[in-house]
């Protein structure tokens, strides 16, 4: 009796294999699920009145996620051997694949990971046009490789340089690109799937062929050429280093081409290479669970606004009612002067004619964006945000007003980047009211959503907060207020400390290029830039007088007072067009010069980190490392700045911060946490 699959014969003796995981909302594969659907296969091999095999999902959810991480997660951490699991699933598949009938899998929803792979080992794949569908392979997202056929079946189906620039992605494409390339043979109607399943089974077409282009790919040399090609291309992006599960994929497939064993063999070492202690793949993983995690905290309300009001309508106000508009929120956009208003709806259009494409979903976003200068929206709305400049005088006459006009049960929220919540509702009649709601810029791209709870805040509406950011598809940390909350907090210092590099006569480009050895996703340099100055200096401003031995750099003050804030000048510290960094000049710095900025930058930090931690201004070190990465990208293959504490031990992070604290002076003395 099999506990995750359902199977019926019918009447044409198609054997129909529904995939229903019992235990979990989604399909993901364990040993059990393999386990039972070896058994399955063992069976049709030794039948023979099967005149074929369709393999479906009952879930809602689509037809399959993938691996269980959860499971393979629970395998490390017990210290047990995954290879285990890892060759279940090869071995299965390639029965599978061996099957002397037609196999078809009838796809809907999601399918990726060993999902994708398992319908990869069907003949024949049919997906749902009447669902957005996803198919990929983003093993390489979590440091590991597809181990279960996806290298070689892939690029063998729809042509090496197509296969082979999913896998070293990991993006999903959807069922009509999948179709145009061949991985999908049809793409058929929610009504007309079984009717197109049993005659594909019953007349098995021929099968999908690549072209003699693709063919010709596949012959040793030309997979010689086509991997130092792609080796380049991975290296503009990641160094083999700190990411070296795409440059194994690339080198297992120009070495194999499409020897299935030897392919396949290859790749289950890589695994276990992959997966060691310490090794990226481990903490990729970990940070997987911890996005699910935050996710899982934004589940737990029920609470869905429909309406929000934002106040102030200039980079981050405007581009978060955008945002939220796309979401299919209804908002009021409020600031002083229709003027004002001008360039957040040019940037929403911008937006969702990227996001959109379609003219309709574009008006219809459109339409959910209303200016609303007179704040007519502040009575009605479920959340009202306030996103004026930082000054702490303007947003408490704001709230002192907003209390009075707001209905008694909205959300009061300051997206404040560094002012304590106390500071601000002293002129409130029910301070419980207010809370922070703190995105990161651009809020179009970064995932995390800082809810601020002060001394007096009333847990209720930060569970209703934590629903409302789950609801605009962002992940909320719950942190306690203090100057800087959580993520300024730490960045401060480490921004601070790059313009004392600059001032030291340290090139802009070898201060960035120090933290993107490390593993940074941008420098401190260019972060600032893309933050804008003109925020780095309010909130520096406000957060200097809490650190020791921290002044405000007067370079930066000069260069707000020109103008010269940033991306969205033009000019900053860089130079940009579009957006984009316009100078390509590099600044080289020796291998020991370019260590020791990455040292005084990291640990700056780290020590700023301990702190919060100590201080308990988020629950533990897990949401502080999940903060870190998904707002500001913070190197994810290290884990987080807790993490990486653990990785390199307390005892020799003591000692780094007493050789830079003789150098530097006291701002590296080392936080009590370290003793």
Same mark, same amino acid.
């Given at each position: 009796?099999?506990?995750?699959?359902?199977?019926?014969?019918d009447?044409q003796? !198609?054997?129909?294999?529904?995939?229903?995981?019992?235990?979990?909302?989604?399909n993901?594969?364990?040993?059990?699920v393999?386990?039972?659907l070896?058994?399955?296969i063992?069976?049709?091999?030794?039948?023979?009145?099967?005149?074929?095999?369709v393999?479906?999902?009952?879930?809602?959810?689509?037809?399959?996620s993938?691996?269980? #991480?959860?499971y393979?997660?629970?395998? #490390?951490?017990a210290?047990?051997?995954?290879l285990?699991?890892?060759?279940k699933?090869?071995?299965?598949?390639?029965?599978?694949a061996?099957?002397?009938?037609?196999?078809?899998?009838?796809?809907?929803?999601?399918?990726?990971?060993?999902?994708?792979?398992?319908?990869?080992?069907?003949?024949?794949?049919?997906?749902n046009?009447?669902?957005?569908?996803?198919l990929?392979?983003?093993?390489?997202?979590l440091?590991?490789?597809?181990a279960?056929?996806?290298?070689?079946r892939?690029?063998?189906?729809?042509?090496?340089?197509?296969?082979?620039a999913?896998?070293?992605?990991? +993006? %999903?494409?959807s069922?009509?690109?999948?179709?145009?390339?061949?991985?999908?043979?049809?793409?058929v109607?929610?009504?007309?799937?079984?009717? %197109?399943a049993?005659?594909?089974?019953?007349?098995?077409?021929?099968?999908?062929?690549?072209s003699v282009?693709q063919s010709?790919m596949?012959?040793?040399?030309?997979?010689?050429?086509?991997?130092?090609?792609?080796?380049?291309?991975?290296?503009?992006?990641?160094? +083999?280093?700190?990411?070296?599960?795409?440059?194994?994929?690339?080198d297992q497939?120009?070495?194999?081409?499409?020897?299935?064993v030897?392919?396949?063999?290859?790749?289950?070492d890589?695994?276990?290479?992959?997966?060691?202690?310490?090794?990226?793949?481990?903490?990729?993983?970990?940070?997987?669970l911890?996005?699910e995690q935050l996710?899982?905290?934004?589940?737990?309300?029920?609470?869905?606004?429909?309406?929000?009001?934002?106040?102030g309508?200039?980079?981050?106000?405007g581009?978060?009612?955008?945002?939220?508009a796309?979401?299919?929120?209804?908002v009021? #956009?409020q600031?002083?002067?229709?003027?004002?208003l001008?360039g957040? !709806?040019?940037?929403?259009?911008?937006l969702y004619?990227?996001?959109?494409k379609?003219?309709?979903?574009?008006?219809?976003?459109?339409?959910?964006?209303?200016?609303?200068?007179?704040?007519?929206?502040?009575?009605?709305?479920?959340? !009202?945000?306030?996103?004026?400049?930082?000054?702490v005088k303007?947003k408490?006459?704001?709230?002192?007003?907003?209390?009075?006009?707001?209905?008694?049960?909205?959300?009061l929220?300051?997206?404040?980047?560094?002012?304590?919540?106390g500071?601000?509702?002293?002129?409130?009649?029910?301070?419980?009211?207010l809370?922070?709601i703190?995105?990161?810029?651009?809020?179009?791209?970064?995932?995390?959503?800082?809810?601020v709870?002060?001394?007096?805040t009333?847990?209720?509406?930060?569970?209703?907060?934590n629903?409302?950011?789950?609801?605009?598809?962002?992940l909320?940390?719950?942190?306690?207020?203090?100057?800087?909350f959580?993520?300024?907090?730490?960045l401060?210092?480490?921004?601070?400390?790059?313009?004392?590099l600059?001032?030291?006569?340290?090139?802009?480009?070898?201060?960035?290029?120090?933290?993107?050895?490390?593993?940074?996703?941008m420098g401190?340099?260019?972060?600032?830039?893309?933050?804008?100055?003109?925020?780095?200096?309010?909130?520096?401003?406000?957060?200097?007088p809490?650190?020791?031995?921290?002044?405000v750099?007067?370079?930066?003050?000069?260069?707000v007072?020109?103008?010269?804030?940033?991306?969205?000048?033009g +000019?900053?510290?860089?130079?940009?067009?579009?957006?984009?960094?316009?100078?390509?000049?590099?600044?080289?710095?020796?291998?020991q010069?370019?260590q020791?900025?990455?040292?005084?930058?990291?640990f700056r930090?780290?020590?700023?980190?301990?702190?919060?931690?100590?201080?308990?201004i988020?629950?533990?070190?897990?949401?502080?490392?999940a903060?870190?990465i998904?707002?500001?990208?913070?190197?994810p293959?290290?884990?987080?700045?807790?993490?990486?504490?653990?990785?390199?031990?307390?005892?020799?992070?003591?000692?780094?911060?007493?050789?830079l604290?003789?150098?530097?002076?006291e701002?590296?003395?080392?936080?009590?946490?370290?003793?």
């Open positions: 009796m099999s506990k995750h699959w359902q199977t019926y014969e009447e003796h !198609i054997l129909w294999l529904r995939f229903d995981r019992n235990d979990t909302s989604a993901i594969i364990n040993m059990e393999l386990d039972e070896d058994a399955i063992g069976g049709l091999s030794a039948s023979s009145s099967i005149c074929g095999l393999i479906e999902s009952e879930k809602s959810a689509g037809f399959c993938g691996a269980d #991480l959860h393979i997660n629970a395998q #490390l951490a210290q047990k051997d995954i285990d699991f890892i060759d699933g090869r071995e299965v598949f390639a029965k599978l061996d099957l002397p009938i037609p196999t078809l899998a009838l796809i809907s929803g999601t399918c990726m990971g060993g999902g994708l792979e398992m319908a990869l080992a069907c003949r024949y794949r049919i997906a046009a009447d669902q957005k569908i996803h990929g392979l983003p093993e390489v997202q440091g590991i490789v597809p279960w056929g996806g290298i070689q892939l690029p063998r189906l729809i042509g090496a340089p197509q296969g082979l999913m896998v070293l992605s990991g +993006r %999903a494409v069922a009509r690109r999948a179709k145009k390339i061949g991985l999908v043979d049809l793409l109607p929610q009504r007309q799937l079984k009717r %197109a049993i005659q594909t089974i019953l007349k098995h077409p021929p099968k999908h062929k690549r282009l010709f596949e012959i040793k040399p030309m997979r010689m050429i086509l991997a130092s090609v792609m080796r380049k291309q991975v290296a503009k992006k990641v160094s +083999r280093e700190h990411y070296p599960s795409p440059y194994l994929m690339i497939w120009a070495r194999y081409g499409s020897d299935n030897k392919l396949q063999m290859a790749s289950a890589d695994i276990k290479q992959l997966l060691a202690e310490g090794g990226t793949a481990r903490n990729l993983l970990r940070i997987f911890l996005r996710q899982a905290a934004g589940k737990q309300s029920d609470f869905k606004a429909k309406h929000v009001h934002v106040i309508a200039g980079t981050m106000g581009d978060i009612a955008v945002w939220c796309l979401q299919g929120l209804y009021t #956009l600031d002083q002067t229709p003027e004002s001008c957040a !709806i040019k940037r929403a259009h911008k004619k990227k996001k959109l379609d003219r309709a979903a574009i008006r219809d976003a459109m339409d959910c964006l209303i200016p609303d200068v007179a704040g007519d929206g502040v009575a009605r709305a479920d959340v !009202i945000i306030e996103a004026v400049f930082e000054d303007v408490q006459a704001l709230f002192k007003q907003l209390e009075q006009r707001a209905r008694p049960d909205a959300i929220a300051t997206n404040t980047s560094s002012i304590p919540l500071e601000i509702n002293t002129v409130m009649q029910d301070p419980s009211r809370l922070g703190h995105f990161f810029n651009p809020v179009a791209k970064m995932l995390l959503v800082e809810i709870c002060g001394d007096q009333d847990q209720k509406q930060i569970q209703k907060a629903g409302f950011v789950h609801q605009i598809k962002r909320p940390v719950n942190v306690k207020s203090c100057p800087g959580l993520v300024n907090r730490l401060m210092p480490y921004l601070l400390e790059a313009v004392r600059l001032e030291e006569g340290n090139a802009a480009r070898a201060i960035d290029k120090a933290t993107t050895d490390f593993g940074m996703a401190p340099i260019e972060l600032a830039d893309r933050v804008g100055l003109d925020v780095c200096l309010a909130v520096a401003n406000h957060l200097a809490y650190f020791k031995h921290e002044q750099p007067k370079e930066l003050a000069q260069m007072e020109k103008k010269q804030l940033g991306v969205k000048t +000019r900053g510290f860089y130079y940009y067009k579009h957006g984009h960094v316009c100078s390509k000049i590099e600044a080289v710095a020796s291998a010069a370019s020791l900025m990455a040292e005084r930058l990291i930090i780290i020590n700023e980190a301990a702190a919060c931690i100590r201080e308990g988020v629950a533990n070190g897990d949401l502080l490392d903060a870190m998904f707002g500001t990208g913070f190197a293959f290290r884990g987080g700045p807790m993490h990486y504490i653990q990785s390199q031990g307390k005892q020799q992070i003591r000692t780094t911060f007493a050789a604290e003789k150098q530097f002076g701002r590296y003395q080392a936080d009590p946490y370290f003793y």
